[in-house]
């Protein structure tokens, strides 16, 4: 990247309330490492803009019209996957939550989370982090530890891995960063990001979040232990 312009994270707003999508473009708009390139009203205007504007981000509403944010979440995920979807809404019931992160989201946060933790998962998300706001990440990772769900399959992938490699999995499982996992393994940052890549290639997983639901379905880490990445 040669200019600021090119560094700064694209986003797309959507939205189904005019005063929602005034107030975060007005929030945003001074954000330099942020550039808000569209807004949409529905979710199928969300994907029709996401094919237009090729966002980096996509923020989320969930409840509209015409086509739920779920299913537009689904749609982008499915038909562009380098633009990643942030859920910010104001539901934080399980069924919700869930349908959200099983159809795509990279992360799902609620209309009340501040400013600055706002603006700080948009550039996580951009990073190929998922962050999930605190009130509704135990939802997830419950449901995940309580589903019928065979662990075999999992346990067998999770053979695959060395000692090193389960406890940098186990650490990711339960919240932590990659430097607050070198920090605690007493190891480079860098060699943690390597650890965690070759985690993804052997677990045949994409992110961390995928990676952690295999992880606590295996029974290497617990549900109640995990903090939020934000």
Known sequence: MTNQSQEKIRLLICDDQAIVCEGLRAMLAPVSQIEIVGVANSGLEAIEQTRKLKPDIVLMDLKMPKMNGVQATKAIHEQFPDSRVLVLTTYDADEWVLDAIRNGAAGYL???????????????????????????????????????APIVPDQKLISQLSEREREVLQLLANGLSNSEIAQRLFLSEGTVKNYVSVIFSKLNVTDRTQAAILAIRARLAHSGESKSST
Request: hydrophobic share 40%.
């Open 110 to 148: 609620l209309k009340d989370t501040p400013q600055e933790e706002l603006v700080k998962a948009i550039v996580n998300t951009a990073k190929g982090w998922n962050p999930i706001d605190p009130q509704v990440a135990g939802k997830i990772l419950d449901q995940v530890a309580h589903q019928d």
